[in-house]
């Protein structure tokens, strides 16, 4: 239908597909395999079998209030909502979209990945792997952790997520850890899994376009494991030049993605 005749593929990695496309689209346009690509994800999970399998293994929200049951980050969580949707972007090169007089919103700085090797379904203690991949974003990127200005979170409203994704945030930006704004967008539309990384990658570039960030939703009793600055309340309007989004997927899939304010 649209003529689209680069390289054509999908990216498995669970609730890290989404981010990774994007990723590896973004490494495809660099090294010259591609002038622009259209990336993102997309999933309609919502089925029998799989609210079955997710309820199964405990992961989903026994929430008696449907509107407030996905609550990253708060210390009444307990699972999270399942959502459907999809986010996708246009990659392209930017001198090639300069030329054409496309309408920037933000460039693609860096991603990385890693890998738990830890378990099935839980992240690895302490989130290591989420902060190796934030680390090798960042070292990539070629900036330093204090010149991050927001972070769009994982943020799964499930207990052990939350808490080991904050603990890596800590990790790895330290003493500017307090500083940085974070939210979850899940808070919002629930777990989409495959979609979520293009989604929040969507949320990510929205974010620097507007200068704006939102909050996370149904944040009411902080939870001391989680004590970092998760915008509760309602959305701030801040001076956002470089934007991370982390996506951390079943099996121990990390994917961070790093966007950066255009200034052409």
Request: aromatic share 6%.
């Amino acid at each position: 239908r649209f003529g689209l005749r680069g390289p054509n593929f999908n990216t498995v990695s669970a609730c890290a597909s989404g981010a990774d496309a994007i990723g590896t689209s973004f490494e495809t346009i660099r090294r010259g395999d591609a002038i622009a690509m259209v990336t993102g994800g997309a999933e309609a999970s919502v089925t029998r079998m799989t609210i079955a399998a997710f309820a199964a293994s405990r992961a989903l929200s026994r929430n008696n209030d449907p509107e407030t049951a996905s609550r990253p980050f708060d210390l009444d969580r307990d699972g999270f909502v399942l959502g459907e949707g999809a986010g996708i972007l246009v990659l392209e090169e930017r001198e090639h979209a300069e030329k054409r007089g496309a309408t920037i919103l933000a460039e693609v700085t860096s991603y990385a990945q890693s890998a738990d090797a830890f378990h099935v379904t839980q992240p690895s203690e302490g989130g290591e792997g989420a902060s190796r991949a934030m680390r090798l974003a960042l070292k990539k990127a070629g900036i330093s952790p204090a010149e991050i200005d927001y972070i769009n979170a994982h943020g799964t409203s499930t207990p052990l997520n939350d808490k080991f994704e904050t603990m890596s945030m800590k990790t790895v930006f330290g003493e500017a850890a307090p500083g940085i704004p974070i939210s979850s967008s899940k808070s919002m539309f629930g777990h989409t899994l495959g979609a979520a990384g293009g989604l929040e990658a969507a949320v990510s570039v929205m974010s620097i376009r507007d200068q704006r960030i939102h909050q996370t939703l149904h944040l009411l009793t902080p939870d001391p494991d989680c004590d970092l600055d998760y915008v509760p309340g309602k959305p701030r309007d801040l001076p956002l030049k470089y934007v991370m989004s982390n996506s951390l997927g079943f099996g121990g899939h990390n994917s961070c993605l790093i966007f950066n304010r255009y200034e052409g």
